[in-house]
């Protein structure tokens, strides 16, 4: 679904992803993991053509992004700090997403709106909202229009634990149906059981990108957090060598 | 992009400075008319009141508003809509906010107090005025990702179109008074929106008689269709280089 081409990306003198090649296919639940400052948000951005790369070429579903905008339909994304205008309301910003997707109603998927009972406060001002409560929106939002990817950036901070539960099980329910899911998380072990695929960076590097399994049998670690671990500290020998 | 300019519009609407803005303008204009018992000298302190502060407002609450908006700006990106749509809405949505505070806080006392066709040109040259400088202030906050100093850049132009550039103009007449300079003195003050905007309301007034043969000349310029033609043209050229240049660098530039 997602095809990476050689992307780099600098910011002046600040390499951000250096030469990144990698596939993500329909059904992936990818992890993508690495310290601050690794290059993963760049990295999304860059599909969401946010960032504009410096070289290199991402396709989605074959299609090469350039000005193009429309592909952004098969997309649903969940920043990892989502503002609004203050003085918006709750339903206003769900109304405008319909208008400018111009999806019909039957084909809404609104199980988190339901879910998170985003109906209770949709009169209110977004201004006037908790940090927990504009995640449980901005999930809502990226999950509505049934999009064949998802990414999620950080996607369970700041939620409480039922919220989050019900985020991970959605999550798990659309990936199960083939849909391709990039996540980036902080709390390796909030993702563990949902996880198919990890790709580890580190300083812009794409370092491991496979499945779960193959990372499981190489580290020898069942937890992703350890697996992980085992990766870093692959990397530093390599270093120090 | 009229739903998203409709939303848009409306939460600025309700935003405290948008609404401090009308008040004071209200407040300020009432009060200038019933001081004054001559209406042409309140209507001159109102003209110079008014630009000053709306370009300063128009400036500096684009600019804010533009950097409060950008999460918002970024999640409206990772829609199905080009960039040029969500910035052309932030720029209309802004306008039409500020023309509607401008209306509500000059246009209602200067009908309250019957000004005429003064009063008409002072609102039908604010209004373009403070669009223009919108478009300016986006054509730099565009370029300037950090807050404090894209504020303070915008906030040092306006203080250079606002004071030192009359300053500047005054200097340059006074030293070559020798020569016949209306001509260039005319190009130099279509160089700045503020000055362009002040002197063509003024000159509609009365109290260009008192400004000898300059005034004079300047009045048989612009109180022409020719004029009027010429500070329209080059108010709109003040409103659409820079929101050119704002387009162009939103287009290239990494969120």
């Known amino acids: ?241 | 992009m009229p739903k998203l300019i409709l939303y848009i519009f409306r939460d600025i609407l309700r935003n405290k400075i948008v609404i401090a803005l009308s008040i004071f303008l209200f407040a300020v204009s009432f009060v200038l008319f019933n001081l004054e018992e001559n209406s042409s000298k309140a209507m001159l302190s109102i003209l110079n009141m008014a630009l000053i502060i709306t370009p300063l407002i128009s400036m500096i609450f684009a600019a804010i508003h533009y950097y409060n908006s950008y999460e918002f700006i970024e999640l409206m990106l990772a829609q199905p809509i080009s960039r040029k749509k969500i910035l052309s809405s932030e720029f209309f949505a802004l306008g039409l906010a500020l023309s509607v505070a401008l209306l509500a806080g000059l246009g209602l006392p200067l009908i309250i107090y019957q000004s005429g066709i003064d009063g008409i040109w002072l609102l039908t040259t604010t209004i373009p005025l403070a669009w223009s400088c919108i478009a300016i202030a986006f054509a730099i906050t565009v370029n300037i990702r950090d807050k404090a100093k894209g504020i303070g850049t915008v906030l040092l132009l306006w203080f250079y179109l606002s004071l030192i550039y009359d300053g500047l103009i005054l200097f340059t007449m006074f030293s070559l008074s020798d020569y016949p300079l209306e001509k260039i003195t005319l190009g130099l003050i279509a160089l700045n929106p503020i000055d362009l905007a002040r002197v063509s309301i003024m000159l509609k007034m009365d109290v260009s008689a008192l400004m000898g043969y300059t005034g004079a000349l300047y009045k048989h310029f612009f109180g022409s269709v020719y004029g009027f033609a010429f500070t329209f043209g080059i108010l709109l050229l003040w409103i659409i280089v820079p929101l050119f240049i704002a387009h162009h660098s939103f287009q290239k530039k990494d969120i």
Do not use: C, W
């Open chain 1, 1 to 241: 679904m997602i095809k990476i081409a050689e992307l780099s990306k600098s910011f002046g003198k600040l390499n951000a992803l250096k030469n990144i090649s990698m596939e993500l296919l329909g059904g992936q639940l990818t992890a993508l993991i690495g310290p601050n400052g690794s290059g993963k948000t760049t990295l999304i951005k860059s599909i969401l053509s946010l960032v504009k790369p410096t070289s290199g070429r991402i396709e989605i579903q074959g299609k090469n992004i350039g000005n193009d905008d429309n592909y952004r339909t098969s997309i649903g994304y969940m920043p990892q700090i989502g503002r609004f205008p203050d003085h918006i309301k709750v339903y206003q910003i769900f109304d405008l997403l319909k208008n400018i997707r111009k999806i019909p109603d039957h084909m809404l998927d609104e199980d988190l709106y339901l879910e998170f009972n985003i109906n209770s406060f949709r009169d209110k001002a977004m201004g006037t909202l908790s940090g927990g409560m504009r995640q449980k929106v901005n999930a809502a939002i990226a999950f509505l229009f049934n999009p064949r990817i998802l990414i999620l950036d950080e996607p369970t901070s700041g939620l409480d634990p039922i919220s989050s539960e019900i985020l991970k099980n959605k999550i798990s329910t659309e990936n199960k149906k083939g849909k391709l899911v990039i996540l980036s998380s902080h709390i390796l072990s909030d993702i563990d059981e949902i996880t198919t695929h990890v790709a580890y960076m580190q300083e812009g590097n794409l370092i491991f990108n496979g499945s779960f399994e193959d990372l499981q049998l190489k580290s020898n670690e069942i937890k992703l957090g350890k697996a992980i671990a085992y990766l870093m500290r692959s990397q530093q020998s390599n270093i120090t060598q």
